[in-house]
């Protein structure tokens, strides 16, 4: 009976290890496709990579243990895949807390001078959904308050042959706003080239005016305005506020999530200077 009872466990134990270690497995094979596919290994990849392997050693250890009939380090497996799962949810409850207030704060568009606008990649040399959302929000600030000065700020991608800053601007003056209440930023690829570039802008255009001093909205996402904002901070606008495009919600997990792995990777790349 002993026997019978000691060889379910096992077999049942195997169970959840196997299928860890197939799915970090699957997990690298897939991330090196990609990486090889993509011509370069970004964070994201790299930190897939990492994610998969991990789970693949949770995976043997858990497998390990089960064979081995080790309870001690069978608990263990099981408690540190639960703090790192926990852990995992709860930043990610806390981050989605933190995009819900920074989306949710008032723009007070009559109080600004200046509305950044962050691209958001084109299509057919025409700005994307994504865009558009950002750029009709920033429509609507200049609709309240006509005096505001527009930055259209991002580069151009490999595939297209218009900068997104030149297709901003195109989008805008199509609907009305004058060719000289806009400047275009055309060399940012990243969010944080968006904000120092604009820094050095707004430094030349109001040389004597600290940049604390400046009214300046930042026209983004909804789930990218705590990191644009709180980049902004970082870079001396501590009057920097959002203007927030809604996103749709079956586009809003995947972008929500892909803005916090984001976070992460400047929270740590602050941290390692």
């Known amino acids: 009976m002993r026997n019978r009872e000691k060889n379910h466990q096992t077999t049942t134990g195997h169970l959840p290890g196997n299928m860890l270690v197939r799915i970090g497995t699957l997990g690298i094979l897939c991330t090196l496709g990609l990486a090889l596919l993509v011509g370069r290994a970004s964070f994201g990849i790299v930190f897939l990579l990492v994610i998969s392997a ?158 604390s001093d400046l009214n300046l909205g930042i026209v983004t996402s909804d789930f990218h305005a705590f990191r644009a904002v709180f980049l902004a901070h970082s870079h001396g606008f501590s009057g920097a506020r959002p203007i927030s495009a809604t996103t749709p919600m079956s586009a809003w997990l995947n972008y929500a999530l892909r803005e916090y792995f984001a976070f992460i990777k400047f929270a740590l790349t602050v941290y390692a200077h």
């Open 54 to 211: 991990l789970v693949g050693a949770w995976g043997w250890s858990i497998h390990w243990a089960y064979r081995r009939g080790d309870s001690r380090l069978l608990c263990l497996s099981r408690t540190v895949t639960s703090i790192v799962i926990c852990m995992f949810m709860i930043s990610l409850v806390i981050f989605g807390m933190f995009i819900a207030r920074s989306s949710a704060m008032p723009a007070h568009y009559e109080q600004m001078e200046y509305a950044l606008i962050l691209g958001a990649g084109l299509e057919d040399n025409h700005p994307g959904r994504i865009l558009r959302s950002r750029l009709d929000r920033a429509l609507e600030a200049w609709r309240e308050n006509p005096e505001i000065t527009i930055i259209v700020s991002g580069g151009m991608a490999p595939n297209q042959h218009i900068s997104e800053a030149c297709a901003m601007a195109v989008y805008l003056e199509e609907r009305g706003v004058k060719p000289d209440r806009i400047i275009r930023e055309d060399q940012a690829k990243a969010t944080a080239e968006s904000i120092v570039k604009t820094r050095g802008i707004l430094e030349r255009i109001e040389p004597t005016t600290p940049l």
